[in-house]
């Protein structure tokens, strides 16, 4: 699992203008030395807010993908996905 | 020797400086946060100290302290560009801040020691209404109050009476007013958000029952009821209460000056001025 590293990437959406552009442009390429499994990057690619909240991504930090529009997410998108994550 | 002269309870949602900058000074935020901030002046503060619960932004998973104490001559933010707030540079009272520190641990309270950091919108916004000019030090004492598992209610109020002690046999005579800052009931960018929006408030009748308690100056058993599930089930930030806890050992039996619920958001104002 590299939750962590999910979630620093979160962050880095936040703190990183260039890393947050780069996730705008080419998220694929921007991930792509990241160390993560196929699973993991195949959630975060699409955007799959739900599935990461199940896989433990804090939800503080995935709000920084949706608060920037990367991985095609949108604050209505966002928010229908993670709330059919249910509690 | 220093003097508690006023306590304050206010929330720091990350919008609201954006809000009141387009809706101008009558509106609700607004006032709610002027009646804040004149008694606050007319408690003619040297220090403040702030409870603060950090959002990953001071800290981060690889390393989080349950409490912590900033001890520096200053600190920045907030590092989390909230709409509408400038970037702020801080002064702080370091000697002052690693007294409370030591007594804190003397006392059995673990307080982690952090002297190079930055703050969030949750320090920088009550401030940014409170004392926007940022002409007084400030000593940010951090509770982990969202990431399970949290410190118990009663430790958090615990912390607040040792640090109250501690402040009482400072030497300087100086006036300290104390903030504790966050929400009741409150879920943010989680599963319980309204359709549409990044936030939501599942459970204002815990928020109610929070306000009572606060209101008839009924800490112990606001403190019993303020389990980590019950102050959870109202909200993925729920644990924000135990700031006001902390704030609340400062306060002793007083009633407050000012008690404003605001259900629909999920929080509260309150004051005490009482020098």
Known sequence: MSVLALNRLCREVLRDRAFRERMKSDPAAAVAQLDLTAEERQALLAGDVAKLYRMGVNVFLMGYLCRFEVCGLTLPVYSERIRSAGH | ?275
């Open chain 2, 1 to 275: 020797m220093a003097e508690i002269v006023a306590a304050y309870g206010v929330p720091h949602t990350p919008f609201f400086p954006w809000i009141v900058q387009r809706d101008g000074p009558e509106s609700p935020t607004a006032l709610l946060f002027k009646k804040a901030r004149d008694s606050f002046e007319a408690a003619r503060p040297d220090v403040v100290i702030i409870f603060d619960t950090d959002h990953l932004n001071t800290f981060f998973l690889d390393n989080l302290p349950v409490f912590a104490i900033g001890v520096t001559e200053v600190f920045k933010g907030p590092n989390d560009e909230p709409r509408a707030v400038p970037p702020y540079t801080i002064e702080s009272l370091p000697r002052l801040a690693a007294h409370l520190r030591e007594r804190g641990v003397r006392a059995g309270f673990d307080v982690a020691l952090v002297q190079d950091f930055e703050v969030d919108h949750s320090v920088i916004v009550p401030l940014h209404f409170m004392t926007p000019d940022m002409r007084l030090p400030v000593i940010p004492v951090f509770i982990n109050g969202h990431i399970p598992p949290l410190p118990s209610a009663q430790r958090c109020f615990d912390l607040g009476a040792v640090l109250k002690g501690a402040i009482e046999q400072w030497p300087e005579p100086l006036r300290v007013a104390v903030i504790g800052t966050g929400s009741f009931s409150l879920e943010v960018w989680g599963p319980r958000i309204d359709p549409g929006k990044s936030d939501g408030v599942p459970d204002p009748d815990w928020v109610q029952e929070v306000c009572r308690g606060i209101g008839a100056s009924q800490i112990e058993r606001l403190i019993s009821a303020a389990t980590e599930a019950r102050m959870l089930q109202a909200g993925n930030v729920g644990g924000e209460l135990l700031n006001w806890l902390a704030m609340l050992a400062f306060v002793g039996a007083r009633k407050p000056d000012f008690l404003d619920t605001q259900l629909e958001n999920g929080h509260a104002y309150a004051g005490w001025c009482w020098r």
